[in-house]
């Protein structure tokens, strides 16, 4: 159907990517337009700069980061190890622009907590998660796991039982904490 809603949307969603794509063609890699979304996979260090224009643009009025979370490649790619993926929601403009990073193992990635204010505790979770540390966060300390717990769980190296277990000891009155005792000779196997 010619000229319905959905085809408008999608021809402003094309033409805000050609727009991001001109302007900005040292900052955005390459874009996918899937239905009412926008996916950019940037530079790293062009995040903070995208970010503060598609919030103070009236072109973008990305005023929320919806949601912030991250992939471990390690398993599948030997370029970077993790993808970070901030999803942004413009209420007035009914579109969702979503800004792809790559960083390796040992990068940081940039902070946006003094942008949004929603970025404070994501970027928190992304690190508890997966280790991936932010440059200029004010408050990065764990969220999701104890304080004392080593590792990050969703790194795709972290054993699917973890280092440590913990019982209640009926002799002792108490819960402990100790290494996990797996019945099987070797946790890491060569197949």
């Known amino acids: 159907m010619i000229g319905n809603k959905n085809d408008n949307s999608a021809n402003n969603l094309i ?3 050609f727009l991001l794509k001109t302007v900005f063609p040292k900052y955005i890699r390459s874009i996918l337009i899937i239905k009412t ?5 940037i530079a790293p260090k062009s995040l903070v700069i995208l970010c503060q224009i598609m919030k103070n643009s009236n072109l973008f009025l990305c005023k929320s980061l919806t949601d912030l979370w991250g992939v471990d490649y390690i398993l599948y790619t030997k370029g970077p190890r993790f993808q970070i993926n901030y999803s942004f929601e413009s209420l007035a403009l009914n579109q969702r622009i979503i800004l792809r990073t790559f960083l390796h193992e040992n990068d940081r ?3 946006l907590s003094n ?3 929603s970025a404070n505790w994501l970027e928190r979770e992304v690190w508890d998660m997966y280790g991936i540390w932010f440059t200029n966060h004010f408050d990065l300390r764990r969220i999701l796991t104890d304080y004392g717990f080593d590792g990050h769980p969703l790194r795709k190296d972290f054993p699917l039982s ?6 209640y000891s009926d002799e002792e009155q108490r819960i402990i904490i100790e290494p996990v ?3 099987q000779e070797s ?5």
């Open 15 to 17: 033409k805000i990517a």
């Open 37 to 41: 979304e926008i996916y950019l996979d």
């Open 109 to 111: 990635g940039l902070s």
């Open 115 to 117: 942008i949004f204010k």
């Open 162 to 167: 973890g280092y440590t277990q913990i019982r």
């Open 181 to 183: 005792n797996l019945s």
């Open 187 to 191: 946790r890491s196997f060569s197949l």
